[in-house]
């Protein structure tokens, strides 16, 4: 009964089953105990507060304490046989019934030897008397089978009481069973039930299930009352009990149970039960009895937690309200609303507070757009991380070659055309200080990748020829640099140069509010030459100055985020992403989430080709076990489960097709006209596919600024990889080219390309891409023509055959009159007839052209109304180049 339970989780979270399971009983029960206590409860779900616990716990201490008084006084010794039931007893049969209900009553207290021995006497006595008593009991017994006994006949006779042992020893059921000589008189209960039908005058059928002991009690109060067999203790009611338990003698000591046990140990406390719905032999008569209507029990949460809008069914289960009663409150707020309408938070808390319920909102996290999320972090679990670097600047002044003399490596000599065509990331350590850094292309068709390098960077070094100076794209560096808010370190290179001229870029760079420190800015600039390695540990030096200033800091004890810098398909590893990890620690093994990709960490390495377990914040790696290519640029994000992240990036691919869509279909009045216009243009489709994802999307945004007036650029397809089958076969059948940057097609995709006849270019420097494809474009036009006149002839007579027509007889005045070219005729300074010229004789040969001075003849193309005077132009429509 031991049962410890908090006091607020009973008030919150106990209810009536779990109570029940917790006790080993059914909810029917705890409920119907409730009842009896004054605590009416609805159902088996309502909540049990303290109060009510520790009644129902009193309740069953006090059954306990009952249960042990009647187990004590059923082992104390038997009584002593009462003076007044021996005085009461007639002679003869009577007496053998008292001495046989003694003896049973002190079977009942003895142990099983005893009680074995004491039945054994018992039925040697009934063998000695058994055949008198037959012979008195037949007359009785066909009285009473005939129904015409009257009711002291049926007290006389020996009750079902004389089976004390029906469901205990066997010896016990032997012994009444052969003292009554196997006849009518002894069966146990029969002649109980029926002597208890004649005494309720009529056999109410309500009245048979209460079997022998309700009819021996009431007819014999002086011989013990209510004793009742062992096989009925259990299960007969407590109101019969209760109902004649005023005559019993006041010595008798005899428990109610035969055995001193209790066959429903949970009820048996001493009290009138007849409320009890599980007592079933409390007759039929009862059933009838109207129930107490039930009273409603208030079991309004104290507290609620909502995450964003709600319908007004599920506010109301929340409450435990009834729909309808929400829906009232609603309106006396000016709310129409169905079961089924969503509410806002503002009507959820004022509903709420009606019913004095506090309410806490959680706003969920749409993980889908995890990119959003800024996760704060406690101070105390921040360290110092190495600062990120992004080198920038215009092509060929030095970004690489620089990079290259800091890690003491060449990585020049592996770009084609000496021009970086990627985003390299590496790490550097100088002086046990870690810094990574990253070189971005300087070319004009590598914005995308200067812009996303500026996004993830800590500090930004503007690398500017000396000799050279300002240049577009290093503008574009800086203000990349000032759009993403980060500090600015000029470093001038080429200073060994003899054209070298440092003021003049520190002047410059005042123009885009650049200032250097010595002319009282705040701008650092160093001198350095990547060649000559001069005032390279200046620069580091400054760089360790400014992430020391700035205090880099990051959480490495948490799920990693970062975002790719680079990706590409390779033929070994599959698609492979070199992520920057800006957050946390990424692990071999960790499941995570790229753009629309996902996958599993398979390996991770680094700048140099090692092989790492984990990897803290500002590390660049190289990781494989992505499902596809992602994106350069995509954020990165792990999770705890592989399910997790495929659920999450198909989610987040779904909603990128669906703006793609969106995006294409979408027209608005103001391009209306656009597009209109734009049927008339021609579209060139190309499929682009490169080393890595990052130069697809430069080439990609390369191609759609090529601006050709009735031409256009379609991508049909962008991607990062060889050429393969695929490819080719969407070519095909699109009529598109396909462009190779640093990629080859793969054997079986070249016999295809033969097969289908489709124009392949493999390129390895962006120049010639973009001039190809200029020219292709030009070449999809279609020519424009100018009119060139050949000649003039007048007319000098006309000549008509009825078959061929009017003919004119000409002049050739100027130039020269060519057969089958277009003509038009001018008659007084007005044009009358545009056409071609039909014939052309020379006397009467045909002739392909006449020069001037000569003569000849001309008919025109549907034409006869000429007259004499008459000029008659020749000309010729010439192709012109664009």
């Not at 129904?147 to 012994?175: F, K, V």
Request: net charge neutral; charged share 30%.
């Amino acid at each position: 009964m031991n049962i410890k339970q908090d006091g607020k989780e009973n008030k919150d979270k106990l209810r009536v089953y779990e109570y029940a399971k917790s006790m080993n009983m059914s909810s029917k029960e705890i409920i119907t105990i409730l009842k009896r206590l004054g605590l009416p409860v609805n159902n088996h779900m309502s909540v049990m507060e303290n109060e009510m616990v520790s009644k129902v716990e009193g309740f069953f201490r006090e059954i306990k304490e009952n249960a042990a008084v009647k187990k004590s006084n059923a082992e104390a010794p038997a009584a002593k046989p009462k003076a007044q039931a021996d005085q009461a007893a007639p002679q003869g049969r009577k007496q053998n019934i008292d001495e046989k209900r003694q003896g049973t009553m002190n079977s009942i207290n003895m142990s099983e030897n005893q009680k074995r021995e004491q039945q054994s006497q018992q039925n040697q006595a009934v063998r000695a008397s058994g055949s008198n008593e037959q012979r008195e009991q037949r007359p009785r017994s066909q009285q009473q089978g005939q129904g015409n006994r009257d009711r002291t006949q049926g007290n006389n006779r020996p009750q079902g009481n004389q089976r004390p042992n029906s469901s205990g020893a066997a010896g016990g059921q032997s012994g009444n069973r052969n003292q009554g000589g196997g006849q009518f008189g002894n069966r146990n209960q029969q002649g109980g039930q029926s002597g208890n039908r004649n005494q309720q005058g009529g056999g109410q059928s309500g009245n048979r299930n209460q079997g022998g002991a309700q009819g021996a009690a009431g007819n014999r109060p002086q011989s013990g009352g209510s004793t009742q067999r062992t096989g009925t203790a259990g299960t007969a009611p407590k109101a019969f009990e209760s109902r004649f338990e005023n005559t019993r003698p006041a010595n008798d000591d005899r428990s109610f149970n035969n055995k001193g046990k209790h066959s429903n140990k949970r009820f048996e406390d001493g009290r009138n039960n007849a409320n009890f719905k599980n007592n079933r032999n409390k007759g039929r008569n009862r059933n009838q009895q109207s129930q107490p209507p039930r009273e409603k029990i208030d079991n309004t949460p104290k507290k609620i937690i909502v995450r964003g809008t709600l319908t007004v069914g599920d506010l109301a289960k929340l409450l435990h309200k009834d729909a309808s009663e929400v829906i009232k409150k609603l309106l006396f707020l000016g709310v129409m609303a169905t079961i089924n309408q969503e509410v806002d938070m503002d009507a959820i808390l004022l509903i709420a507070g009606e019913y004095g319920v506090e309410v806490e909102v959680k706003i969920p996290v749409e993980e889908d757009n995890f990119e959003t999320v800024e996760e704060v972090d406690e101070e105390a679990d921040l360290v110092t991380r190495p600062p990120v670097v992004t080198i920038m600047g215009h092509v060929d002044h030095g970004k690489t070659t620089l990079l290259d003399a800091i890690r003491k490596t060449n990585v020049t000599t592996g770009e084609a055309g000496g021009i970086t065509q990627h985003i390299g990331a590496y790490q550097v350590e100088i002086n046990s200080k870690k810094i990574t850094f990253l070189d971005t292309p300087g070319h004009e068709a590598f914005t995308l990748m200067r812009a996303r390098g500026a996004q993830v960077t800590d500090i930004t070094i503007i690398v500017v020829a000396a000799d050279d100076g300002i240049m577009p794209q290093t503008i574009e560096a800086i203000n990349h640099a000032k759009a993403a808010n980060v500090p600015i370190i000029v470093a001038v290179n080429k200073i060994d140069k003899p054209t070298a001229n440092v003021d003049k870029i520190k002047q410059e760079m005042t123009e885009y509010e650049l200032v250097p420190e010595e002319w009282g800015g705040d701008t650092i600039f160093v001198e350095v030459s990547a060649k000559q390695r001069i005032g390279l540990e200046n620069l580091l030096e400054m760089i360790l100055l400014v992430a020391e200033v700035n205090e880099y800091k990051a959480n490495p004890n948490k799920r990693a985020r970062g975002t790719v810098i680079e990706a590409e398909l390779d033929k070994g590893k599959g698609p492979v992403a070199r992520v920057l990890v800006q957050h946390g620690s990424l692990k071999v093994g960790d499941a995570f989430v790229a753009g629309n990709c996902f996958g599993r960490v398979r390996a991770m390495v680094n700048d140099r080709g090692r092989r790492l377990k984990e990897a803290g914040p500002s590390t660049p790696v190289e990781i494989t076990g992505l499902t596809e290519v992602p994106l350069a640029g995509d954020p990165f994000m792990v999770f705890e489960d592989e399910r997790k992240a495929r659920a999450i990036a198909e989610r987040r691919a779904i909603k990128h097709r669906q703006s793609e869509i969106g995006a294409n279909t979408r027209v608005t009045l103001d391009d209306l006209y656009n597009h209109i216009k734009e049927g008339e243009m021609k579209e060139l489709n190309v499929i682009i596919k490169a080393d890595v994802q990052g130069s697809a999307e430069a080439l990609k945004g390369s191609l759609a600024k090529i601006d050709v007036e009735g031409v256009r650029v379609k991508i049909i397809h962008s991607g990062a990889g060889a050429i393969t089958e695929s490819d080719i076969i969407l070519a095909s059948a699109s009529n598109a080219i396909v462009i190779g940057f640093n990629v080859r097609p793969e054997p079986q995709a070249e016999y295809t390309i033969e097969q289908e006849k489709v124009d392949v270019r493999l390129h390895s420097i962006i120049y010639k891409v973009i001039d190809e494809i200029e020219y292709a474009m030009k070449g999809l036009l279609e020519p424009i023509y100018k009119e060139v006149v050949i000649g003039h002839a007048e007319v000098r007579n006309i000549f008509k055959l009825s078959k061929v027509g009017s003919i004119a007889g000409c002049m050739v005045i100027d130039g020269k009159i060519v057969r089958n070219a277009e003509a038009r005729v001018v008659r007084d300074g007005i044009v009358v007839y545009t056409g071609k010229i039909d014939s052309l004789k020379r006397y009467k040969d045909d002739a392909k052209e006449v020069a001037q001075g000569f003569e000849c003849g001309i008919t025109l193309d549907r034409f006869n109304d000429i007259k004499e005077s008459d000029i008659i132009e020749a000309f010729v429509m010439e192709s012109v180049e664009r």
